[in-house]
């Protein structure tokens, strides 16, 4: 396979903002360098006010006068100009386009324009029609208002989906999604799940950990947005309807709703649930690795669940709501599946792997050898370098 020049762009990175989609650009582009490929990263500016830095083998350009890891109409077409004058330099084989990044590009050349689509546009917001129908009036204004930009930009992205050559998916779910409004992309889009740099989740010791944070008993863990899509007041009721002093919740991540769920245990008087606030990485390392079971109670439809993957790398099991994609990641080998909004399945399926910890202890062997087998970096990269060949043969 020859050597690509691969330039792919992205309103921030980890140094920007913790997320998905950052995370998952990282360990694509560490891949696809270790492939033999020349890799660059075109991005917001930095927040120490680096122009650009070499790491892994890959080139990250900041590009300076944009805000930092925010869509905005400079971050579009300054990106855009940036790239375009690296093109002519380099002259990149494939132009790759993370979300929305590429939405000002488009105009300027689309010959060679991926995108990778996490989601649709309304899909993993408070605004997907099947969670928004429940909300009443003015929280339906707040979320409208909130996330006004995507439909001041929603023209412009159906036409970044049509002009692209090829649209890479991390889902069935996510696809069938998109494929509902937009039934003439078919031929254009491919599943790529995934994947994580296997090697940075290396196994730890539970139990020195624990004696660490002086954590005992039965341990549930989740990080997430404190909001209400993410159904973090679902696994608290559940905690108080199985009411095991021996089980402690432990909840990392801050939003909207964390004055509500400690106001919740106090007034239901729950003890064995703990707020930890934010966690840096190190930290969180620590609580995936020495739980015995991950929960992620999502509300909304994920396009992916990246999390899971994460937890199942520490060999932390997961039980997971019946939401989005999460069940094309989570099979019973390495968890349960209960329906979304449940409390009382949940609490069911807490309770079964509480009380059988030969089952836990089976779902735990698991786990990793499940990511080796489907979820990692080289994978997922390997899937992306088909997908660019498809273009390059075809202008061939």
Known sequence: ???????????????????????????LAKALARAGNEVHIVTSAHPEGLNFIEEDNIKIHFVENTSQGKYTYSFFKKISDYVSELDKKIRFDIIHSQG????????????????????????????????????????????????????VILPFYKTLLRNSRRIIIDSNFTRELLLKRNPGLSNRTRIVPLGIELEEYQALDKEKIRKELDINGFVLFTVSRLEKMKGIDIAIDAIRKLNIPDIHYYIAGKGRLEAESKEMCRKDNIKNVH????????????????????????VSEPAFGLVSIESMAYGTPVIASRSGAIPEVINEEVGLIFEKGNSDELAEKIKLIYGDRNYLERLRTNTRSYVEANFTAEKMAERVLAVYNEIIEAKE
């Not at 020859?2 to 998952?24: D, T």
């Not at 605004?127 to 204004?141: A, D, I």
């Not at 609580?287 to 991950?294: G, K, Q, S």
């Open 1 to 27: 396979m020859n050597r690509l020049k691969i330039c792919i762009l992205i309103r921030a990175l980890p140094v920007h903002i913790q997320g998905g989609q950052e995370k998952h650009t990282i360990s």
């Open 275 to 298: 707020f930890l606030g934010e966690l840096f990485e190190e930290e969180l390392k620590k609580y995936f690795a020495m739980a015995d079971v991950f929960i992620y109670p999502e």
């Open 100 to 151: 929305f990044a590429g939405l000002y590009y488009q105009f300027i050349d689309k010959s060679r324009l991926v995108i990778t689509i996490h989601g649709t546009l309304f899909s993993e917001t408070p605004l997907n029609p099947s969670y928004f129908s429940q909300l009443s009036f003015f929280e339906k204004l707040e979320m409208i208002y909130r996330y006004r930009m995507r439909f």
